[in-house]
């Protein structure tokens, strides 16, 4: 197997995280109706983080959660071996909100529709939108798109991406690797 390809470096990645940050206030602006909620487990630390560079911004007083989606996703009884669930961490009715959701890799759609469904839990949103670091174009089985995207990467069907941040993995990166 082909050793790991790095395809964002750190300095990249954190200027990403800037423009993702200036695009959110440019759209949404104090925040007022928005929160932000991280899908469980990739989306979580690229919430956080969006979450901490606003607040240096100056948005910081939003609504933030986190989804857990294993029991809504649709191979949740056909998945090799079992799922460890996360915990979802919602203290607040999205009802009427402007929601962001966020993940790390958009790639055939399904967890995002996992998550719109767990979503429905907790009200009924005003807007939903989706934020993701990587979006893995042409891959796609479901019709869903990002509204914001950190880079879009064309794949083969054989490899994968992984993002890779400082407080876990020692450095902010995105990787990409053969199966």
């Not at 962001?100 to 967890?111: A, C, H, K």
Request: aromatic share 8%; charged share 30%; with cysteine.
């Amino acid at each position: 197997m082909p050793a790991p390809r790095i395809i964002h470096d750190r300095e990249r990645f954190a200027l990403t995280i800037e423009r993702l940050c200036r695009h959110l206030i440019e759209e949404h602006g104090d925040f007022a109706n928005t929160c932000l909620i991280g899908i469980q487990a990739g989306g979580v630390p690229l919430a956080e983080r969006l979450r901490d560079r606003l607040a240096t911004m100056g948005v910081s007083d939003f609504d933030f959660g986190k989804l857990d989606i294993t029991f809504y996703r649709d191979d949740f009884r056909t998945a090799r071996g079992p799922l460890t669930p996360l915990k979802t961490e919602i203290d607040f009715l999205v009802e009427e909100k402007r929601v962001v959701l966020v993940d790390d890799v958009l790639y055939s759609g399904r967890t995002t529709v996992s998550a719109l469904t767990a979503l429905n839990h907790f009200g009924r949103p005003a807007q939903v939108e989706l934020l993701v670091m990587v979006d893995r174009r042409f891959r796609r089985t479901l019709p869903v798109r990002a509204d914001y995207r950190g880079i879009s990467v064309d794949t083969l069907h054989d490899e994968y991406v992984q993002v890779q941040w400082a407080q876990t993995d020692g450095t902010d990166q995105i990787l990409l690797t053969g199966s």
